[in-house]
């Protein structure tokens, strides 16, 4: 009978043993970020922490790129049938990730909580012919710093509500002998430009599309790069803004050297608030301003959402891991870089506290952004815009000429 009960008991503990690495098997998540703008890379990592910890049969492996690499990167890993389960993507992406199965639908998995709570104009980040492909993350667009103390030396009472105002403020601080260069721009040939540009686009009340067909070549498409050259030529703006992206942009800001920038949400605390910027306390920030007759404010959709590639094998695991991230709680902790998605987090005072001008902007600027075009093509467009703007910025070809160019060459 001992000898029974023994081995039954060894047998049973056999089949533990085997069982038991299975049963706890860790699964691995792979996720690519970006390590430009809105959450800096010690936020990401500290976020999935907070996830591993409260999942501990879960590990997140953590990739960082430039931002001009995330779109290729996210392609090439589907084309070797393997990479990345979750994956951050601009909005200018779900057309083609869609069209191309790079992203898998989620539809299903979005509950009437998160329908409800998140703004209505975050869901545009992610959603393509009425589906959605993630959740909304990152909600930004651009706004219009500016160095209190130097408007206050030039003797300029408020920031400027006009493009056209901007310019003779400028011209007002350059005069004075203030500043040399007073604004600052990313127009390197990368999608930062194009961010700039659609900016102007919205402003001048212009359109990159009709029935499918390029029409920034005219109107408030053809006013926007105009204005950019002249911006440029007449010596307003940093020259080498035609080289810059966002951080050389807040870098030249919070040193002093620039009256006016151009740039996103995560600029205003680490300028305002940062221990290495030399402008900590004197940055105010407003909506990009409008134009004339045509607009009150500006703003291009710079958000960005979190979704699940089409090759992962761990689809549930991904899941969970972008409802931690995007959750109201994780968003609202780091709430000073990127604001949140959640309409209510705009009344807690944790999250307002210390960035009420800030606020104050994004209730008017969110509320106006402009979409780059929602094409499947968008990559072959941008390309082209980018080539377009940096030509007319270096003389190199009227404003017309580079846009009638970049229409003929955006694969549309």
């Given at each position: 009978m ?5 081995k039954?008991?060894?047998g ?5 043993g085997a ?6 098997a860790e699964t ?11 959450y ?8 999935t ?20 690499g ?6 090439l890993?589907?084309?070797?049938g ?8 601009d ?14 639908d ?10 409800k709570?998140?703004l ?10 009425g589906?959605s ?5 990152i909600?930004d ?6 160095n ?5 030396k ?15 403020q ?6 004075k002998?203030i500043?040399a260069t007073?604004?600052?721009?990313s127009?390197?040939q ?8 659609t900016t ?8 990159f ?20 050259v002249d911006?440029?030529?007449s ?10 992206l966002?951080e050389?942009?807040?870098n ?15 600029m205003?605390?680490?300028?305002n ?12 920030v407003?909506?990009a301003?409008g134009?004339?007759g045509?607009s009150?404010v500006s703003?291009?959709n ?11 094998k ?10 931690h991230?995007?959750?109201?709680e ?8 990127s604001?949140?998605i959640w ?7 944790a ?12 209730k008017?600027?969110l509320?106006?952004?402009?979409p780059?075009p ?7 467009l941008?390309?082209?815009?980018q ?11 009227t ?5 009638k ?6 694969g549309?």
């Amino acid at each position: 009978m001992l000898k029974s009960i023994t081995k039954t008991l060894l047998g049973a503990a056999f089949i533990m043993g085997a069982a038991a690495p299975h049963a706890f098997a860790e699964t691995t998540l792979n996720a690519l970020f970006m390590a430009q703008a809105a959450y800096s890379e010690a936020d990401v990592r500290a976020m999935t922490d907070a996830f591993t910890k409260a999942n501990p049969d879960i590990k997140v492996n953590l990739e960082f790129v430039p931002y001009e690499g995330l779109h290729d990167k996210t392609v090439l890993a589907q084309g070797s049938g393997g990479g990345y389960d979750v994956v951050l993507f601009d909005v200018i992406w779900p057309a083609e990730y869609a069209t191309n199965s790079v992203l898998v639908d989620v539809t299903s998995r979005i509950t009437e909580d998160m329908k409800k709570g998140v703004l209505p104009g975050a869901w545009t980040t992610v959603d393509y012919d009425g589906k959605s492909y993630g959740m909304p993350w990152i909600l930004d667009t651009k706004y219009l710093f500016y160095n209190k103390e130097i408007l206050e030396k030039a003797g300029i009472k408020a920031p400027p509500k006009t493009w056209a105002e901007l310019d003779e403020q400028a011209k007002a601080i350059k005069d004075k002998g203030i500043l040399a260069t007073p604004i600052a721009w990313s127009w390197s040939q990368a999608e930062a430009a194009i961010c700039d540009y659609t900016t102007l686009v919205s402003a001048y009340g212009g359109a990159f599309l009709k029935d499918g067909k390029p029409a920034f070549t005219e109107g408030g498409g053809l006013e926007a790069l105009k204005y950019m050259v002249d911006s440029y030529t007449s010596g307003v703006t940093n020259p080498n803004s035609k080289e810059f992206l966002e951080e050389d942009v807040r870098n030249v800001f919070q040193n002093g050297e620039a009256a006016f920038a151009l740039n996103w949400t995560y600029m205003y605390n680490m300028a305002n608030a940062g221990t290495d910027s030399k402008v900590a306390g004197k940055v105010g920030v407003v909506p990009a301003p409008g134009v004339e007759g045509k607009s009150e404010v500006s703003a291009v959709n710079g958000s960005m959402g979190l979704g699940i590639t089409s090759t992962s094998k761990h689809q549930d695991e991904a899941w969970k891991y972008i409802v931690h991230m995007t959750s109201q709680e994780t968003q609202n902790a780091y709430a000073k870089l990127s604001l949140p998605i959640w309409a209510s987090s705009y009344d807690d005072p944790a999250v307002t506290a210390g960035q009420e001008e800030m606020i104050a902007a994004a209730k008017l600027s969110l509320a106006a952004m402009y979409p780059r075009p929602t094409t499947p093509k968008y990559q072959e467009l941008s390309t082209a815009l980018q080539q377009a703007i940096q030509e007319a910025l270096l003389g190199q070809a009227t404003p017309e000429d580079a846009l009638k160019s970049a229409a003929e060459n955006s694969g549309l």
